[in-house]
């Protein structure tokens, strides 16, 4: 036979097996012969548990209150340890150095150089009403006592945060705000500072401390919650970057008493809302590429294709199909045996 019209034969042949493959999906019951065969009901379900994964223990990232200094002290004594808890204007830090020195006569410079310009502005702001004076001098006069006024703002800022100490040279940094102490090199970079500033740590308020972990992307808008073996919280943000298949989601502020440490590796189960059917994880087989299980109906056990959603802990599929009821029963044992005489692989005496 010529090798064109034998591949030609295959072809056909292929097809004409594979329509009648297609075209049952459903065994009768007395073709399984003395097949052990058990059923268990089709439960509903609205919430499921994904297998348990690694989650982290983070600040929200934008979050932490930036301490950003006009001088960069050539040394810096912390005072607590990184990840204290601080009252507002606690000592957190003392500094030391020719800076801080240069600080303290900077910060005294321009205020009294904002005190001669609002004097001069305040003398002239009524014969600038009546015209007594151009406008180009008063412009000046003006344009003077704002650029003194954002000079000394930008230096008293710090100096809020700025206790003086008997050495000229010296004085401590306060706390902005009461909150969790974080040391600069250990914080993200998200605010950039000029090359005249220098970060010298940050505040982060503990609402903004936050479990998080990486979630199927596929699964992300039925994301819900998330369990600890502590506590659990609920999902507060799904970002809509992807991480190869993976979207990182972040929980919502800690419950009280919720006993998990800034930094640490926790053990995490995701919850997701569903609308979904379970069944045994066992019941579960594929039938031409597509998951399915054998539903009893009557003496017929019918292959219906299902949409799985993932399985749980407790070893159960969780899925979505159409025209499934609470009393439907799903087969749970011979299950390949089954899917054998369904496809014309050999009968059970």
Same mark, same amino acid.
């Given at each position: 036979?010529?090798?064109?019209?034998? +591949?030609?034969?295959?072809?056909?042949?292929?097809?004409?097996?594979?329509?009648?493959?297609?075209?049952?999906?459903?065994?009768?019951?007395? &073709?399984?012969?003395?097949?052990?065969?058990?059923?268990?009901?089709?439960?509903? #379900?609205?919430?499921?548990?994904?297998?348990?994964?690694?989650? *982290? #223990?983070?600040?929200?990232?934008?979050?932490?209150? $930036? *301490?950003?200094? @006009?001088?960069? @002290?050539?040394?810096?004594?912390?005072?607590?340890?990184?990840? &204290?808890?601080?009252? =507002?204007?606690?000592?957190?830090?003392?500094?030391?150095?020719?800076?801080?020195?240069?600080?303290?006569?900077?910060?005294?410079?321009?205020?009294?150089?904002?005190?001669? /310009?609002?004097?001069?502005?305040?003398?002239? +702001?009524?014969? /600038?009403?009546?015209?007594?004076?151009?406008?180009?001098?008063?412009?000046?006069?003006?344009? $003077?006592?704002?650029?003194?006024?954002?000079?000394?703002?930008?230096?008293?800022?710090?100096? &809020?945060?700025?206790?003086?100490?008997?050495?000229?040279?010296?004085?401590?940094?306060?706390? @902005?705000?009461?909150?969790?102490?974080?040391?600069?090199?250990?914080?993200?970079?998200?605010?950039?500072? $000029?090359?005249?500033?220098?970060?010298?740590? /940050?505040?982060?308020?503990?609402?903004?401390?936050?479990?998080?972990?990486?979630?199927?992307?596929? &699964?992300?808008?039925?994301?819900?919650?998330?369990?600890?073996?502590?506590?659990? #919280?609920?999902?507060?943000?799904?970002?809509?970057?992807?991480?190869?298949?993976?979207?990182?989601?972040?929980?919502?502020?800690?419950?009280?008493?919720?006993?998990? =440490?800034?930094?640490? =590796?926790?053990?995490?189960?995701?919850?997701?809302?569903?609308?979904?059917?379970?069944?045994?994880?066992?019941?579960?087989?594929?039938?031409?590429?597509?998951?399915?299980?054998? #539903?009893?109906?009557?003496?017929?056990?019918?292959?219906?294709?299902?949409?799985?959603?993932?399985?749980?802990?407790?070893?159960? /599929?969780?899925?979505?199909? @159409?025209?499934?009821?609470?009393?439907?029963?799903?087969?749970?044992?011979?299950?390949?045996?089954?899917?054998?005489?369904?496809?014309?692989?050999?009968?059970?005496?």
């Amino acid at each position: 036979m010529n090798y064109a019209i034998f +591949r030609h034969v295959l072809v056909l042949f292929s097809m004409v097996l594979a329509c009648d493959v297609h075209a049952s999906n459903s065994v009768s019951l007395g &073709e399984l012969g003395k097949l052990s065969l058990t059923y268990t009901p089709i439960n509903a #379900v609205s919430t499921m548990e994904k297998p348990a994964s690694t989650g *982290i #223990v983070k600040v929200l990232p934008g979050s932490p209150l $930036q *301490i950003i200094s @006009p001088m960069d @002290p050539q040394k810096i004594e912390y005072l607590v340890a990184h990840g &204290e808890n601080v009252k =507002q204007n606690q000592r957190i830090a003392m500094l030391s150095g020719s800076e801080v020195h240069h600080f303290r006569d900077n910060l005294a410079a321009k205020t009294a150089l904002l005190k001669i /310009a609002k004097s001069r502005f305040d003398k002239n +702001r009524e014969l /600038a009403s009546v015209n007594a004076i151009s406008q180009d001098k008063w412009l000046n006069i003006a344009q $003077q006592y704002y650029d003194a006024q954002l000079t000394w703002g930008h230096l008293n800022h710090f100096a &809020e945060m700025f206790e003086p100490h008997s050495d000229e040279d010296m004085g401590y940094l306060l706390a @902005p705000s009461k909150g969790i102490f974080m040391l600069p090199e250990q914080r993200s970079n998200d605010i950039k500072t $000029q090359a005249t500033e220098t970060q010298l740590g /940050a505040i982060v308020n503990p609402n903004s401390i936050r479990l998080t972990t990486l979630v199927n992307a596929s &699964e992300k808008e039925f994301v819900e919650a998330i369990h600890t073996d502590s506590c659990s #919280v609920e999902v507060e943000k799904i970002e809509k970057i992807n991480h190869r298949f993976f979207v990182r989601v972040w929980s919502a502020p800690l419950p009280e008493g919720c006993a998990l =440490q800034l930094g640490a =590796q926790v053990n995490v189960r995701v919850q997701l809302s569903v609308s979904a059917h379970s069944v045994p994880a066992a019941s579960v087989f594929y039938l031409h590429g597509q998951a399915s299980i054998f #539903v009893r109906h009557d003496d017929t056990l019918k292959a219906v294709p299902i949409t799985l959603i993932g399985n749980t802990d407790n070893d159960s /599929a969780v899925f979505t199909a @159409p025209d499934l009821t609470n009393n439907d029963e799903v087969l749970t044992s011979s299950i390949s045996a089954v899917q054998g005489i369904l496809l014309g692989l050999g009968g059970i005496e």
